[in-house]
């Protein structure tokens, strides 16, 4: 049995590695890739920085992911309409803002700021980063729900995070003063004005 073979049943019987293997390789690219619009080049890249990536994004992300499609698989079985409305909306308000927060926080640490900045990171980036999530990934929770098969889930969805981790490590990677004000909610703009 050749080494393909071999990890295409393990994948097969732990689909949960196989959202690793993909997650290992996407995030640590998308870091790349948004390392290039900085004007980086392979002389410059931050190979450090795609580590972190790759190892949030298979250790953190493809677990939590996995976990959360299993439980809303059983909690809503089925393809239907309804089920993946009702996916979505449940994703939109519960998994999404805690993996949001979660990516901020935990890179931050990974990178060895302090838990005060971690905190700070968060608090500046975490509504921008939402409003624009909220924008986009319902459309593709409907589809990943209603026509993607349980087992491709997660491969699906993490070759679709490809771009949103692109612009994941662009607001990351933006110091907190500079996030746009135009995707700020008016809250945090009311806030700054008092301030």
Not at 23 to 45: N, V
Not at 61 to 67: G, I, N, Q
Not at 81 to 103: D, H, L, N, Q, W
Request: glycine share 4%; net charge positive; hydrophobic share 45%.
């Amino acid at each position: 049995m050749t080494v393909y073979s071999k990890c295409k049943v393990l994948f097969k019987k732990y689909p949960l590695l196989r959202g690793m293997a993909s997650y290992s390789i996407i995030w640590p690219t998308s870091s790349l890739i948004q390392q290039t619009f900085e004007g980086k080049d392979l002389e410059s890249y931050d190979w450090w920085r795609c580590a972190r990536y790759g190892l949030y994004g298979s250790c953190y992300v493809a677990p939590t992911l996995y976990t959360w499609l299993t439980v809303a698989s059983i909690m809503w079985p089925g393809n239907t309409i309804r089920a993946g409305i009702i996916k979505t909306f449940v994703e939109t308000i519960t998994y999404t803002p805690c993996a949001m927060c979660s990516f901020y926080f935990g890179m931050s640490l990974l990178e060895m700021k302090p838990l005060n900045e971690a905190i700070a990171e968060v608090q500046s980036k975490f509504w921008p980063t939402y409003k624009v999530g909220a924008s986009v990934w319902p459309a593709i929770a409907m589809i990943n729900f209603c026509l993607i098969p349980a087992r491709n889930r997660v491969p699906f969805i993490s070759l679709c995070s490809l771009v949103w981790t692109c612009f994941l490590a662009y607001m990351k990677h933006l110091e907190k003063e500079k996030v746009p004000e135009s995707i700020m909610p008016s809250s945090t703009k009311l806030l700054k004005l008092h301030v």
